[in-house]
DNA sequence: CGAAGCGTTGACGCGGATCAAAGGCAGTGG
DNA sequence: CCACTGCCTTTGATCCGCGTCAACGCTTCG
């Protein structure tokens, strides 16, 4: 009922790209934003593969800078949980204790900058100035975190993967990892391409694959979608999509 | 599958009481953790009172010292979820942006102190000591926000409900505001008196409030619990309602 | 005592899980 | 070049947990 809730426009959840910590400029020092990870080492991993285990000593936090990852968990009955994807520019192996609570893994080939602390947890590291920096990316995980709880907790499965695919795609059409055609032409900025699998998209959304499928299926029926083969995906009708968000 | 995934014994989620950060003590400047709210201002709210609303500019912290503060939001068709509880103790209305994402109010007859920034988003205030030391505040929130997106992404009512009884205790079992008896005597330590409403519960577990009042019923029937009215519960048996966690 | 909230209980239907099978598609080897 | 193999995805049939609708009990307060 009461109106002020009706911000519209921001759909993105628990795609993390960096760029709303960029965008304030009267962070001091923000150009630095994370100068902590330039010192940092880059490594590539192929899909699939653990870039630290939950329950790992929490002694890096990670940066990435192409493909994409996710945070997961697995569930005593071999369920398994996908918390987040992490997109170029996004930070994450942030940890409150001094052991990773969830386990992190390539969900496409990427490739990341680790930066290693000095052995203490991250809240007490030496360099104050530089832990100052990872505010705002904690209070962005901590945005997101809770959008998605409020998508799990209250919205249907189509709901849930409209905005999942406004998401992704804000996460990025301003990226260079733009589909098809390399120059920024016409209007095939719409499309985009998953190169997560919909196992990951499903135990990310709480779902299963079947119903993945069937509303990916249901999107294209109602037209708000067009499917190319199951990786390639047209949003044909952002608006209706959005409608469907929060 | 991993072994190392079998974290036992760590079921709260979405209390938060303030426990964590400061079972710190190599956090420097741990005493005055937030020292900064030291000069806030004594607040009193009733049930269902608002502290702020979502979109409101976020020009406060809050720290609880009595009572319980739900943090809430509203969906375009009246439906609202409860994002999270916060206890005596605990830190609430951190924000990245310069308004607030979600609206916050009195689970209970509340108190809490408010400390007013100055104008500027809190990433960017004056004191940067005192931001510091917002981030294991900031990352605790993070921790539990996750926790919950995995339990409503992969879990049933029951042990939804068992995880919230759990962590709900463990939020008033060392606190002051114990039920019964004032001396801190006999085995009465797994009695618990529930201040909010089946609604609160319901909205934060995802769940409807008959779903919620089924499965307290479901649980006494299996004798995890015993229920002396609608808001007076003994954990009888609290291995088995861990056992239902995660 | 009546009214208003809150909580419980029952009947029924639907959304998504589960079980089962088959259709792309890429990589491999003949 | 094509058959083979394994993985990912789709589609169909059925089942079940939880939502929905409805009615009733309990408590509080005027």
Redesign the pocket.
């Known amino acids: 009922m009461p109106a002020q809730f009706q911000r519209k426009g921001y759909a993105a959840d628990t795609f993390y790209d960096g760029r709303r910590e960029g965008s304030h400029p009267d962070v001091p020092g923000a150009a630095e934003a994370h100068y902590l990870l330039d010192n940092g080492r880059l490594r590539h991993f192929v899909r699939d593969r653990e870039i630290y285990g939950d329950g790992d000593k929490a002694d890096h936090i990670f940066k990435v800078t192409a493909g994409i990852v996710r945070t997961y968990k697995f569930l005593r009955d071999g369920r398994r949980h996908v918390d987040a994807f992490y997109r170029k520019g996004a930070v994450f192996g942030l940890e409150l204790g001094e052991r990773y609570s969830i386990s992190a893994a390539a969900a496409s080939d990427c490739t990341v900058i680790s930066y290693r602390l000095n052995g203490l947890p991250m809240y007490a590291a030496s360099d104050e100035r530089a832990l100052l920096h990872l505010l705002p990316s904690a209070l962005d995980c901590l945005a997101r975190a809770q959008a998605h709880s409020l998508s799990l907790g209250c919205r ?3 709901e849930r993967l409209a905005k999942f695919l406004i998401a992704y795609h804000e996460g990025t059409s301003s990226a260079d990892e733009r589909p098809g055609s390399s120059d920024e032409g016409a209007g095939s900025s719409n499309d985009i391409v998953l190169t997560i ?3 990951d998209i499903a135990d990310h959304l ?9 509303t ?2 249901e999107l294209e029926h109602r037209a708000l979608i067009e ?1 190319h ?3 390639q995906v047209r949003l044909a009708d952002q608006e209706g999509l959005r409608e469907l968000c929060l």
């Open positions: 249907t499965a189509v699998t919909r196992k709480g779902l299963t694959i079947e119903t993945v499928s069937r990916f299926a499917l083969g199951a990786r």
